[in-house]
């Protein structure tokens, strides 16, 4: 690894060659925050150079000629609208930069007049979003150490969400079970993003989204508006861009995690249309092969394949074609046995997984007028998993002992209408349905007590289908230049059990001044049970299969928010955020225990039981504090802490710890770049992450030795805690531009630089009937290598 990171340095210093004078184009389309009507008029100007700029065509359109590759910002203003400043432009020679700008109405500005203007990395895309709201930005995806390209690991660097697991990027946010996450993708809420993926699960390895398929896009983590439904905890909105629609452009990418490809451009000499496909394929055998322990006692195999299609009418409004979707496998060798490495197979046994993930669509956005227009969207979604167990006999061959699977499929229709009244009042009203049919199976080899020939049973062979509905109203007031309202009303109705629910939203915004900003934000919000859950089966007296968790309600959600953001400069803003989360309704047993749905996604396995009813409660309350500098001048600086409580009641009336209680986490991160001689510039970045450990409770190890497999004492659920979760990462980036329209960029991210032991968990060895901690990954270095023409 040494040798291949010298050689690799050395290689790509060795390509500059003279100094070049390179330019390239930054073009793109000003519309209006609320209508998303075209801008016409507007000036943009390069905010290191005054000399370059231009002006929107009645089409909102704006083209910058002969940019200096490098950095750059892009300032936008217009007469009774507030400017907007876009910061942490990466020019390079090979691919021209398109922006899509929203630009918000001011009623109270009469005059055009020179102040600072407003960052959009400030906000969200989303301008119903009044509090626990930022934007997911590309650049930062990419640019972050430790982040793996993947969204999801990216995310955990935010204020109020936990990442004290290096085998799985769940987002936990303020001590929620992660299945509250709810994911939407151009609009429609998908199943588990990720290879790997398990049932009821949000989270994995991997995440299949690939962060250069995607535009500026939201992550919210509490008291979210009316149009975002049947999530508790939090969501995360993602938005592919469009491809560049007048010339095409490469992308081909290799590293240590595998391969990938893009290409996008126009579909025809009009240029009006354009493509944009993504495809990424990923073994870890390279690493694995180096000697470097991935966590899991199995090499992992996955692709992903990306893809938007965006066509433009003249009359009949724009179309997009979306898809995005993954496959996975990965097997757990008897041979390759690792106990300091995590592993489902037993001694004498294989153990073989795959899962499928992913959703396609069609949207239509027709304007019906300036001010008004109406998006339509349907997909089909599908999520599912299986895998097998052999048992390996004395003579080597194997023996199929049992097999499990499950699959969800639905189909999706989504439409809202969007109305801007005046430049005070916008107005959103849609609705989402969802056609899910689900089947699951958990086969096992069972011997009869005769000695006759085994045969196939099944721990669980059900099957289920049902309608979920969703609508909502919401209504943007800005009642002056200082105060902005958001509210509006949400309704949740599943087929299923006739369950209905209403839940109102409510966020102020009161600006105190040009740099301070006070907000509170109120949400009522529900969430389904996974849905496995209500077809679970099981039998009764009579030894009929019957669903006993059929009538399950919704879990409920009271989450109040209170915040103050200052903006030193443009660039620089520190944000204090507390909140309190009240949650009701929650499934656990009628019997005695500690059971409770809230820590549900806590393992890989599932935790189905029957009889279940909805008189469990929780509640999650801390603060939270982001310290901010923008990328600018070169460098840039990101600290975010938070600390937090998190806890729950089962059947036992016992107040406990849920699982995803860490108490506190705290990252720092880091990145300066330096600007050399013959277009070359190399970035350093650095993250350090300090959390509270796993919970995690105590083992029975008799219960454990009769029972042979592990059993855990119930009475002290979540009682303990793995030490401290601490993970120092660095990352270097070496990018090289050429003249011929060409980038080459070289980028080496070392985890756990350290090499730090983070427990991920003690594991039972029903072999040795002991038990022992699994460790998370240790220090885990991946080099890449992109190139762009």
């Not at 009006?272 to 990923?282: A, H, N, P, T, W």
């Not at 001689?677 to 083992?699: C, E, F």
């Amino acid at each position: 690894m040494q040798k291949i990171i010298t050689t690799l340095s050395f290689f790509v210093i060795a390509l500059g060659g003279f100094t070049q004078n390179i330019t390239q184009t930054i073009r793109g389309i000003i519309v209006d925050k609320d209508s998303k009507a075209p801008v016409a008029y507007v000036n943009v100007t390069l905010d290191a150079n005054s000399i370059i700029g231009a002006v929107t065509n009645e089409k909102g359109v704006f083209v910058l000629a002969n940019v200096p590759i490098g950095r750059q910002t892009v300032r936008v203003s217009f007469i009774g609208y507030k400017p907007q400043v876009v910061s942490d432009i990466q020019l390079n020679s090979a691919k021209e930069t398109i922006l899509y700008i929203e630009m918000e109405e001011d009623a109270t500005l009469l005059s055009e007049v020179v102040i600072t203007g407003v960052n959009p990395k400030v906000g969200t895309v989303n301008d119903m979003v009044g509090v626990s709201g930022r934007t997911f930005s590309v650049n930062e995806a990419n640019r972050f150490a430790g982040s793996q390209n993947d969204p999801s690991r990216m995310a955990r660097n935010y204020a109020g969400v936990s990442g004290a697991n290096d085998q799985r990027n769940d987002i936990i946010i303020r001590g929620n079970a992660p299945q509250g996450l709810l994911w939407r993708i151009e609009g429609i809420p998908v199943p588990n993003p990720n290879h790997f993926s398990g049932q009821g699960s949000t989270g994995g390895p991997i995440n299949i989204i690939n962060y250069k398929m995607l535009s500026n896009s939201d992550f919210l983590t509490g008291a979210f508006p009316a149009e975002y439904g049947n999530g508790t905890s939090g969501v995360f909105d993602i938005r592919i861009r469009n491809g560049n629609n007048q010339k095409s452009e490469k992308t081909i990418q290799l590293g240590a995690l595998g391969l990938e490809a893009l290409l996008e451009g126009p579909f025809n000499k009009n240029k009006k249309s354009s493509y944009l496909i993504g495809y990424r394929y990923s073994t870890l055998s390279i690493l694995a092969n180096a000697g470097i322990k991935l966590g899991f006692a199995s090499i992992p195999y996955y692709e992903d394949l990306s893809l938007k299609l965006n066509f433009q009418t003249k009359r009949a409004g724009v179309f997009s074609v979306f898809a995005v979707g993954g496959i996975s496998n990965t097997a757990f060798y008897d041979n390759k046995r690792d106990s300091t490495q995590f592993s489902p197979a037993n001694k004498g046994e294989n153990v073989e997984f795959g899962s499928k993930t992913g959703v396609i669509g069609l949207s239509h956005t027709y304007f019906l007028s300036n001010s008004t227009f109406i998006k339509t969207t349907i997909a089909t979604t599908y999520e599912g998993n299986g895998g097998s167990r052999d048992s390996i006999q004395v003579d080597q061959s194997l023996k199929r002992t049992g097999g499990f699977g499950f699959n969800n499929h639905k189909f999706v229709l989504n439409s809202f209408l969007n109305k801007k009244i005046n430049s005070k009042n916008t107005v959103q009203c849609g609705m989402l349905a969802e056609q899910i049919n689900y089947t699951s199976r958990d086969s096992l080899l069972l011997y009869r007590a005769s000695g006759k020939s085994p045969f196939w049973g099944y721990n669980n062979n059900f099957k289920g289908n049902t309608i979920l509905l969703q609508g909502y109203t919401q209504w943007k007031y800005k009642v002056n230049s200082n105060v902005t309202i958001n509210s509006g009303v949400h309704f949740q109705y599943l087929t299923l059990n006739n369950r209905f629910v209403v839940e109102p939203r409510l966020s102020i915004n009161y600006q105190l001044n040009e740099r301070g900003t006070v907000s509170f934000g109120y949400g009522l919000h529900h969430q389904v049970q996974p849905y496995g859950m209500y077809f679970y089966k099981n039998r009764n007296s009579a030894n009929n299969e019957i669903e006993t968790n059929r009538d399950l309600n919704f879990s409920r959600s009271n989450q109040f928010v209170l915040s103050y953001e200052l903006n030193f400069t443009n660039d620089f803003r520190v944000k204090v955020e507390t909140y309190y989360q009240y949650l009701s309704s929650i499934p656990i047993e009628k019997v005695s225990s500690s059971y409770s749905v809230l820590n549900y996604g806590a393992t890989f396995a599932n935790s189905y039981k029957e009889n279940l009813i909805n008189n469990g409660v929780g509640q999650n309350y801390g603060w939270e504090v982001t310290v901010e500098k923008f990328f600018s001048r070169s460098y840039y600086f990101l600290v975010t802490a938070s600390l937090y409580q998190s806890t729950y009641r089962g059947s036992d009336q016992v107040w406990r710890n849920t699982a995803f209680n860490g108490n506190y986490v705290v990252n720092g991160l880091a990145g300066r770049e330096f600007k050399l001689k013959n277009n070359l510039s190399i970035l350093l970045d650095a993250k350090l992450t300090v959390a509270g450990g796993l919970r995690y409770s105590p083992l029975d190890v008799p219960a454990s030795i009769t029972n042979n497999e592990a059993t855990y004492k119930d009475a002290e659920a979540f009682a303990l805690q793995n030490q401290t979760y601490f993970k120092p990462d660095v990352k270097i980036t070496i990018r090289k531009d050429f003249k011929n329209k060409m980038a080459l960029e070289w980028a080496l991210d070392i985890q756990n630089v350290v090499n730090y032991q983070n427990v991920y968990l003690n594991w039972y060895d029903k072999n040795t009937q002991t038990e022992h901690p699994v460790f998370q990954n240790g220090r885990f270095p991946t080099v890449q290598l992109k190139l762009e023409f």
